[in-house]
């Protein structure tokens, strides 16, 4: 059975007239005996048949509210451990599908696709969210908090490296391309009750439109993850399942240190990840001896500035319910940082002994998160370490909720007494109707040895509708604010922040989709009234039907130094204020294309002199299968007391066999460090992230002088999922 939400619009090309609908479609799911055999041939099997679909869907762009241009149908059914999804996405010109790649977790923003998500506890806040293309890809993640990661109070987002075990089969046809996916319920979370109703959406892009749908109509300013506005599953049986997954590992490696002439050195290690649900709502994760030998290398970054890089988390273990751990501004004030488990400061492998992780809910409404990790002594870098998280966040009706955390380190050896540090801190989020939002946080620490204030906190409201998008913020960082588990890019800082735009569909301008002029703000004082940095930005985004697009700006920039600060060898900006202003563009072609260009220029002062950055890509594939990009990051700064430039560099190749067979390579070169970074990875999976990797690493000093540690390194790992329980 399905029902079918309302939304009013006009005519294509006017702005529609949004009308909340009063009910939200629904679906029944319909039980099964037999399985739908997945090949992807959706109407010629018979399991599929007793299913009523989905079948309307309402486009955001490029005309807001109205029907589809192509029939969408989607079923429902499921046997005794699996939910089964199958969508027929008819197209009547499948000549001109789009296919960009065939890689696990490859976007699907360029390519036709499809994607679902899943609110299993029906909180309107987290959810998973599978996807796929035409010939079959994985797609999948986890949300937290409908998405939003902006930056106010309580981070969230979307964790695109969560691997979850489920199956997908696609195939295009004469009809257009249809797909099956199984998603079998140990793969998911959800409360303990046998008869339950899931929040749902549905989403389609027909790329060659630039076409985005829904099955739950949503206005333009949002996306699949906008729970709050999703259909529902309704009345359907789910299994009181335990799962328990064992992943045990294998490798072997071989290292060559320093010169050319350096003798190899060979080791070998085993290793353990367990998963177990406590109850299907709170799972349980165990390792010992943990390695992440298979994990794609960071991208290397240049700093112009006095402050400290970001480097995202991409090793699985602490990637699965990540948004239950996240408190703060992100990539700015956060109270836990994954990264610093596991690696120095440096950058430096820290072998992990043996960790424990329990992330879920409990009684429908209380989010929780605890961790304990023990991490080896590395001569010269760190000691022994013992770190832990707890985390307890309660949800509140319209997307509200409140929270606490505590977050530690402790040290071991002689010096233990005085080697810790703890974080605390209690966070809220307050939804007003449904485009406002006002959230924040306040913490502080404890570290041995630092006197003084040793406190955080941010204040910070937003408001989102069809037409306007407003943020404005207030935080604060004391001079001895020191979340050693967490991340800050500087201290001692009060900031005021702020960001409005306005967003235009024109009826019929030079074949424009929308424009975007906007501006924002961000200050930084320190507690003695001295402006550190200043940024204004004003700039309109031109967005064409055809997938093009220009952003054209101007920035006002303020720059505060009360010391020498050393730039580049040799080259140093004494203290003062300086005052500059900056042009900016930034061109985009059509990325869905096979061919695709992206390039930004910015030109103007800095500091006490002038720079000029240049940052093209460019994208070619061929078919779904070959993938490659080449980046170049390229700064002329002349200053009054040197000039230098820097360059850096990036080629990125991937060709895929299957969906589960790739070979993959990352090649970098950093000329302000003297060094080229080579990661070549061939991966075989069978389930999830298990199965076979042969990876290559090297890091090459250019000219003798290079800041990194040269050497190479070819690891063979194999990992076998066994799920015991199943």
């Not at 679909?53 to 029907?67: K, L």
């Not at 040290?411 to 485009?435: K, M, P």
């Not at 040895?449 to 998008?469: I, T």
């Not at 003695?528 to 700039?539: M, R, V, Y």
Request: charged fraction near 20%; include cysteine; glycine fraction near 10%.
């Amino acid at each position: 059975m399905v029902m079918t939400g309302m939304a009013i619009a006009s005519s294509p090309g006017l702005l529609a007239q949004w009308i909340e609908p009063s009910e939200r479609p629904t679906l029944v799911p319909i039980p099964v005996d037999t399985a739908p055999t997945l090949d992807g041939d959706v109407l010629g099997d018979p399991a599929w048949e007793g299913a009523e679909p989905a079948v309307d869907f309402w486009q955001t762009r490029p005309y807001e509210g109205q029907p589809a241009t192509e029939k969408t149908e989607v079923y429902v059914v499921f046997t005794a451990d699996t939910l089964y999804f199958a969508v027929v996405c008819y197209d009547r010109t499948p000549e001109n599908i789009i296919v960009a790649s065939s890689r696990r977790d490859s976007s699907l923003e360029e390519t036709d696709s499809f994607q679902l998500i899943l609110d299993t506890y029906r909180d309107e806040k987290t959810g998973f969210v599978f996807g796929t293309n035409p010939v079959g890809i994985q797609y999948d993640g986890q949300v937290a908090q409908e998405g939003e990661g902006g930056g106010l109070g309580t981070s969230g987002g979307f964790n695109i490296n969560w691997d979850g075990d489920w199956d997908v089969q696609a195939e295009i046809s004469d009809i257009g391309w249809s797909a099956e996916l199984a998603i079998p319920f140990r793969t998911l979370r959800y409360p303990r009750n046998i008869s339950q109703t899931w929040g749902v959406n549905f989403q389609r892009n027909i790329r060659r439109r630039n076409e985005q749908a829904y099955w739950s109509s949503l206005p333009r300013q949002y996306d699949l993850y906008r729970l709050s506005m999703a259909g529902s599953l309704e009345n359907f049986e789910v299994p009181r399942q335990n799962n328990l997954k064992i992943l045990p590992y294998v490798l072997g490696t071989g290292t060559q240190e320093g010169l050319e002439n350096a003798p190899t050195e060979n080791d070998g290690n085993v290793g353990l990840d367990i998963k177990y649900s406590l109850t299907p709502s709170l799972t349980l994760d165990g390792t010992i001896n943990t390695d992440f030998a298979q994990v794609e290398v960071d991208e290397l970054q240049i700093n112009l500035d006095r402050f400290n890089l970001f480097f995202p988390e991409k090793r699985p273990f602490f990637l699965e319910n990540a948004g239950y751990f996240t408190v703060g501004v992100p990539q700015e004030v956060e109270l836990f940082y994954s990264r610093r488990i596991g690696l120095g400061p440096d950058g430096e492998i820290v072998p992990i002994d043996w960790g424990l992780r329990m992330s879920g809910k409990a009684r429908d409404h209380y989010n929780i998160g605890l961790l304990y990790m023990q991490t080896d002594e590395v001569t010269d870098v760190t000691p022994e370490n013992q770190f832990g998280v707890v985390r307890l966040n309660r949800d509140l009706p319209n997307r509200s909720g409140i929270g606490g955390t505590l977050v530690s380190r402790r040290g071991s050896g002689s010096l233990a007494d005085e080697d810790y540090n703890w974080t605390y801190g209690v966070d809220g989020r307050w939804g007003i109707g449904q485009n406002g939002l006002i959230d924040g946080f306040v913490a502080q620490t404890d570290t041995p040895g630092l006197d003084g204030d040793d406190y955080s906190f941010r204040l910070g409201g937003s408001y989102d509708s069809e037409r306007w998008s407003l943020t404005a913020g207030y935080t604060e960082v004391a001079d001895n604010f020191n979340p050693e588990v967490g991340y800050l890019t500087r201290t001692g800082y009060r900031k005021p922040d702020g960001f409005l735009m306005r967003t235009i569909r024109p009826t019929d301008l030079w074949g424009l989709l929308e424009l975007r002029p906007h501006v924002s703000y961000r200050g930084y004082w320190n507690y003695d009234g001295f402006q550190e940095t200043g940024f204004l930005h004003i700039d309109n985004h031109w967005e064409w039907r055809n997938g093009y697009e220009v952003h054209t700006g101007i920035n006002f920039t303020r720059e505060g130094l009360l010391e020498p600060f050393e730039i580049a060898d040799d080259v140093t900006v004494p203290p003062g204020t300086y005052d500059n202003t900056e042009a900016q563009i930034v061109f985009y072609t059509n990325q869905g294309a096979p061919v695709a260009f992206t390039a930004r220029v910015v030109a103007g002062g800095f500091f006490n002199g002038d720079r000029l950055a240049l940052s093209p890509t460019f994208r070619f594939r061929i078919g779904d299968t070959f993938n490659t990009e080449i980046g170049w990051q390229y700064n002329d700064i002349d200053l009054d007391t040197g000039a230098f430039e820097t360059n850096l560099g990036l080629l990125r190749v991937s060709y895929s066999f299957t969906q589960k067979i790739f070979v993959q390579g990352l090649l970098q070169y950093n000329d302000r460090a003297d060094i080229s970074v080579t990661n070549l990875r061939f991966g075989w999976l069978t389930r999830a992230s298990a199965g076979l990797y042969l990876v290559y690493n090297e890091i090459r000093d250019i000219q003798g002088a290079g800041t990194g540690i040269p050497g190479r390194s070819l690891t063979l790992k194999y990992s076998h999922l066994f799920d015991l329980l199943h």
